[in-house]
């Protein structure tokens, strides 16, 4: 355990690194604490053999370490008060009563997204654990469909359907109740199958323009079942921070964020608000993993912040922990 003094100059090494993302040199500290630099260079050589701090190769400053970050967010570090400008975007969000619950969720963490310069990850319930509860459509044209599907787990999502040719709203109406006939209770991910070997077979006796309900329906829930699960935002925000400058880092994040390997890393199975420091997460050694889950009339889903190390740690536990809370309300 660090006494007073150690602590001080491991939080000012930390929170000035954090903002500045260079190393942090004896003399700054001296000025900003009041303490002759033979002090400084003592506790600073202390946090160094403690494995706190560590040196640069381009510099005689510090920066934190890994365990130095864990040490901080453990032991110093208290949430951020959210700012007044924050909340109020986040707001519009959250009383705006046109959107469903999904949009919120995820447009709430694109405005995380865009203010903290993090990639912003949501993680919902696997297609497999939902179940189809009930199709329906909302004709916007001729041609043009809303297709909403609701599952058993109260969970809502909705595609753009574009008809490939004039249908009769008769024709919609009785290809949706077949739909509903014959796969109310079929997980999400095996609509498709059903869709092709149960529904195909018999369309055509009951709708005269089969073939491009059937399409459009088809390619709906096949797009459920392949990107309802995750969805990423701000993908390109962590290529901006001075971490990511090298042509190879940037490879290989860029490769890591199209892979499976993501969805597997970020998966959260603990309570509460959870940071995973550089090796303490399976996606990347080179940044941190803050996540959280969420529960909502029994459909569970992950919110997670991609970044740097060097993260704002409390101002990102302060904003998931603000968007949890409201959308579980």
Request: with cysteine; aromatic share 6%.
């Amino acid at each position: 355990m660090l006494n007073q003094r150690q602590t001080e100059i491991l939080k000012e090494i930390v929170e000035d690194y954090i903002e500045t993302a260079r190393p942090i040199s004896s003399n700054s500290l001296c000025k900003k604490m009041k303490c002759s630099s033979a002090t400084i260079r003592n506790e600073m050589g202390f946090l160094e053999e403690n494995g706190l701090i560590e040196k640069t190769h381009i510099s005689s400053g510090r920066i934190p370490s890994e365990q130095g970050y864990r040490y901080y967010v453990d032991n110093i570090m208290k949430p951020k008060e959210i700012t007044g400008d924050d909340m109020l975007k986040l707001q519009t969000i959250f009383y705006n009563n046109s959107l469903m619950l999904d949009d919120t969720i995820i447009k709430s963490m694109e405005i995380i997204s865009e203010i903290t310069n993090y990639t912003a990850v949501v993680l919902g319930s696997a297609s497999s654990e939902n179940k189809v509860n009930k199709v329906e459509v909302v004709p916007l044209s001729e041609n043009r469909l809303i297709a909403i599907v609701i599952t058993d787990k109260g969970h809502v999502e909705h595609r753009n359907m574009l008809l490939e040719g004039r249908v009769s709203s008769d024709e919609i109406k009785q290809t949706v109740e077949l739909i509903n006939k014959l796969i109310v209770g079929t997980p999400i991910n095996e609509v498709s199958s059903k869709l092709e070997f149960e529904v195909k077979p018999i369309i055509s006796k009951y709708v005269k323009q089969h073939e491009v309900l059937y399409n459009a329906f088809y390619n709906a829930f096949n797009d459920f079942a392949n990107n309802s699960n995750v969805v990423m935002k701000g993908t390109s925000h962590i290529l901006k921070q001075p971490e990511f400058n090298d042509i190879d880092k940037i490879r290989d994040i860029v490769s890591k964020f199209e892979g499976n390997e993501m969805v597997n890393s970020i998966k959260e199975e603990e309570n509460g608000i959870n940071i995973y420091i550089g090796s303490e997460n399976e996606f990347d050694d080179n940044v941190t993993i803050i996540k959280t889950k969420y529960e909502i009339n029994g459909n569970e889903g992950t919110l997670a912040l991609i970044g740097p190390k060097r993260m704002e740690y409390d101002r990102v536990i302060s904003l998931l922990d603000y968007i949890k809370k409201n959308i579980e309300r």
